[in-house]
């Protein structure tokens, strides 16, 4: 189950109005998607399951080949003129399956930073133990 929306609809922006989004049935998808794709000045945002998004080839093309719980990754560059850059910062795609409409907004972000913290804070402490 995941929110599916992008960011031209109103409320379906960087904070996610979940309400007006309830989460739909993603059938057989293993991961809910969200993706933020800078354009200049703009910032667009998509969330999606991920079996909708690899039907359309824009998507299929761009998508990290790695797809982990809590990862977010630039997008694949497929730029046949460009073959030495291999990704696109501009465009990032975060992946979750964790609970329903887990792509709602930055949680994932949120959970890891606590855990960064006590690993950053652990790490100080034993070092100065030894």
């Known amino acids: 189950m995941c929110h ?4 031209a609809m109103g409320g ?17 998808s ?3 998607v969200k993706i933020t794709e800078q354009v200049g000045s703009e910032t ?3 969330r999606e399951c991920e079996n909708v ?3 359309s080839t824009r998507h299929r093309l761009r998508m990290p080949n790695l797809r982990r719980h809590g990862y977010c990754l630039p997008a694949r560059n497929n730029d046949f003129w460009n ?3 291999l990704t696109n910062p501009k ?3 975060c992946f979750c399956n964790d609970w ?3 792509n709602s907004a930055n949680k994932i972000t949120q959970k890891a930073l606590p855990m960064t913290i006590l690993c950053i804070a652990l790490t100080f402490i034993f070092k100065r133990l030894l």
């Open 4 to 7: 599916r929306c992008f960011s």
């Open 12 to 28: 379906c922006g960087d904070d996610l109005v979940w309400w007006m989004f309830p989460w739909k049935d993603c059938g057989d």
């Open 30 to 32: 293993q991961f809910c």
């Open 44 to 46: 667009y945002i998509t």
């Open 53 to 55: 998004l690899m039907k």
């Open 83 to 85: 073959p030495g850059s």
């Open 91 to 93: 465009i990032k795609y």
């Open 100 to 102: 329903n409409g887990c």
